[in-house]
C-alpha cells in the first residue's frame, strides 16, 4: 500500500476512533496533522471509495478473484513453477469464462494487473533454471550430502 493511502487510513482510523462526532477536530485540522489532502480525507469519511476501489466495476475480475489469482501465482511459485505472464493470463481467462463473460482480455491487462498488485510484479515470469529444479529431487540432494560429508572427513572439518 503506498504511503499516502497507508496515512489516510491512518487519518480515517482515528477520525472514527473519537466515538463522539462534536469532540473531533475540524476535518482540515485532522488532515493536516496526518499530512493527507483535505478535500480527498472529507470525501473518504463521508463514504468516499479510494481511485482504485471506485473502478472495480470496470475490471473484468471482482477484487476477490484478482486476490485469489494472487494467491495462486504465490503457491505456484513457493513450488517453484512461477507462472509466465501468458499462463497468469490464461488463468484470469479461465475465471472470466467460469464467471459467463468469453470476451478476450487486453493485450496489456497483466501489466495493469501487476500494477494493482505489486507483490507477485516480481513473481510473474521469473525463470527456474531446470539445473535448480533438478536439483531439488531427493537423490541430487542425497549424492550432495554424501559428497559433503566425505570432503568434511578428507579435511578433518567438524
Not at 471482482?62 to 517453484?80: A, C, F, N, P, Y
Not at 470476451?103 to 494493482?116: A, D, V
Not at 521469473?126 to 554424501?146: C, M, N
Request: charged content about 30%; hydrophobic content about 35%.
Amino acid at each position: 500500500m503506498p504511503v499516502n493511502e497507508q496515512r489516510m487510513e491512518q487519518a480515517i482510523e482515528a477520525w472514527f476512533a473519537i466515538p463522539v462526532p462534536e469532540d473531533r477536530p475540524s476535518i482540515r485540522q485532522h488532515a493536516k496533522e496526518y499530512l493527507v489532502d483535505r478535500t480527498t480525507f472529507a470525501r473518504r469519511v463521508n463514504g468516499g471509495r479510494t481511485q482504485a476501489n471506485s473502478h472495480e466495476h470496470q475490471q473484468r475480475l471482482s477484487d476477490t478473484q484478482e486476490d485469489w489469482l494472487v494467491q495462486w501465482i504465490k503457491e505456484m511459485d513457493e513450488r517453484g513453477y512461477p507462472p509466465s505472464h501468458t499462463r497468469a493470463r490464461e488463468m484470469a481467462t479461465q475465471i472470466c469464462i467460469a464467471n459467463g463473460d468469453t470476451r478476450p482480455l487486453r493485450l496489456k491487462w497483466i501489466n495493469q494487473f501487476m500494477r494493482r498488485h505489486p507483490s507477485v510484479r516480481s513473481v510473474i515470469s521469473r525463470v527456474i533454471k531446470a539445473a535448480r529444479i533438478d536439483g531439488t529431487r531427493p537423490e541430487v540432494l542425497q549424492a550432495h550430502f554424501k559428497l559433503f560429508h566425505r570432503t568434511k572427513v578428507a579435511y578433518e572439518v567438524t
